[in-house]
């Protein structure tokens, strides 16, 4: 700005108390001077503008006892007309909080409400409940919305497939089992023990529509039960098998008597004996902590609150789930070393290396099962993942179970029925002797058909287990 004022020269001045005629200064304008004996100043005022020829200062204004502003001349910005706010903070937005600037009362810093957290005054920011997230502006907080697993998510319908094509598999195999019941084949599997088998399959399977269902108490209830009955009665029945077969060719290496409780009777006393243990360690479970259902909010809450998500599902701990799996992968153990025991047992003797390639398979399948379940503990898809491990890892046990133990025998039944006929019987030192010969002289030309001696073992212990304790 130019100030213009005292250094004009002066045509004439007031002199004593004589009154004459103001006079005018240089610029045309009366010569007065204010009550400090100074005379009022004249400003231009300029403006540093900017344009595409030149970069100058412009007159948009003047000061001669006040402002007289040429708006139109002004320019901003890029060009821009219009007046820019003359303010020294602009107003929040919704969501964002004043923090003020020490010293300055009226001015402040805008912060937006982060995470988890909500405006609840023009100055302050709060957290959210646990079990709530703030809503889109952030002025206020919303229920987080629940999910569980869907029938129609890709992380259920896998699973469901392979348990249908098991449950229906299964249900073949039984069938025909009932349908010839009275057939060498059968008889010589051990029709009770192959019944009780079957059903811890079908248990296997099943499973999966609990593990998927909506829970509640009902459904929780359930899965606790039959999540690892199904194993149980599988292994349980194997055990009882590989233990029988391990017993009666040690005990025939000696004397010519037949062990005891090696009768069908005994044999599902053993087996139901090992199912109440879990039966057992289920109903205590029930007495010390009631099923229920919960709803974890920790599992999916990501640093975006927009994706948080509560999990509804039963309170199953990963340690309680081991514990009702733990005794059912105890028996597999078992049945497992008594595979290897009875490994060197002739193949067309009995079903001691079908359960060994069984038991074999399965471990495997367990192996993998454990770094897979615990390794996504903290995965956001945690959820689905150890779900969908769980139910194909109970699938597939119960697939290796029907494939290398029952099919073979469907087979046979349906489509090469003259195998299935009643051999001559011998006595149980006789057949025992035999069944060893043929495994130390190895399979030569004299080999008898499969499952001949087995038959007329199987058939041999029914006959007589009145006679047998």
């Known amino acids: 700005m130019r100030r213009f004022g005292s250094a004009e020269p002066l045509e004439s001045l007031t002199l004593g108390g004589a009154s004459k005629p ?9 010569v007065v001077f204010n009550e400090n004996g100074d005379a009022p100043g004249r400003y231009d005022i300029f403006q540093y503008q900017s344009t595409n020829k030149s970069t100058e200062y412009r007159v948009i204004g003047s000061w001669t006892n006040r402002l007289h502003l040429k708006v139109e001349a002004m320019r901003w910005k ?10 020294c903070s602009i107003p929040c937005r919704t969501g964002e909080r004043k923090k003020v600037v020490k010293g300055v009362p009226c001015c402040w810093h805008c912060e937006r409400c982060e995470g988890y957290h909500y405006q609840a005054s023009e100055f302050t920011c709060e957290l959210c409940p646990y079990e709530m997230r703030p809503d889109v502006n952030r002025t206020g907080c919303v229920p987080i919305p629940i999910i569980k697993l869907e029938w129609h998510s890709p992380w259920a319908v ?25 057939t060498p084949i059968v008889r010589a599997s051990g029709r009770e023990m192959s019944y009780v088998l079957l059903t811890g399959i079908f248990l296997c399977y099943a499973i999966t529509f609990l593990m998927i269902a909506t829970p509640d108490v009902g459904v929780c209830s359930l899965r606790r039960i039959f999540l690892g009955l199904g194993m149980c009665f599988s292994y349980a029945a194997l055990l009882t098998k590989t233990n029988r077969i391990h017993r009666i060719f040690e005990q025939g290496k000696k004397s010519v008597t037949a062990p005891r409780l090696i009768s069908p009777a005994s044999q599902l006393a053993i087996t139901f004996s090992l199912i109440s243990v879990q039966l057992l360690g289920v109903f205590v479970w029930f ?10 909010y920790g599992e999916q809450r990501t640093q975006d609150p927009l994706s948080a998500r509560g999990v509804l599902k039963c309170d199953i701990s990963d340690l309680s789930l081991i514990c009702s799996l733990g005794y059912s992968i105890l028996l597999m153990v078992t049945c497992t ?6 490994r060197g047992v002739p193949e067309t003797f009995n079903e001691a290396k079908p359960i060994g390639f069984t038991m074999y398979t399965t471990c495997i399948i367990w192996l993998a099962f454990i770094p897979i379940f615990f390794g996504t503990s903290q995965s956001a898809e945690r959820m ?25 025998k469907v087979y046979i039944i349906l489509f090469h029925p003259e195998q299935n006929v009643p051999k001559r019987k011998r006595s149980f030192k006789a057949i025992v002797t035999a069944a060893t010969m043929t495994g130390k002289l190895g399979q030569k030309g004299g080999d008898r058909p499969n499952g001949e001696v087995k038959t007329e073992l199987c058939e041999s212990m029914e006959t007589n287990s009145d006679f047998i304790n």
């Open 22 to 30: 103001r006079t005018r200064g240089s610029a045309g304008t009366p």
């Open 78 to 87: 890029r060009g821009d007309p219009s007046l820019p706010p003359s303010v």
């Open 158 to 182: 896998f699973p469901v497939f392979i348990s249908m094509l098991g449950i229906i598999a299964t249900s073949f195999v039984i069938v025909t089992f009932v349908r010839h019941n009275d």
């Open 287 to 296: 007495a010390v902590d009631p099923p229920h259902t919960v709803v974890d």
């Open 337 to 342: 070393v008594y595979a290897i025991k009875t």
């Open 384 to 408: 689905y993942i150890q779900t969908t491990t769980l139910t194909i890892s109970l699938s597939l046990s119960a697939s290796v179970s029907l494939g290398m133990l029952y099919m073979p």
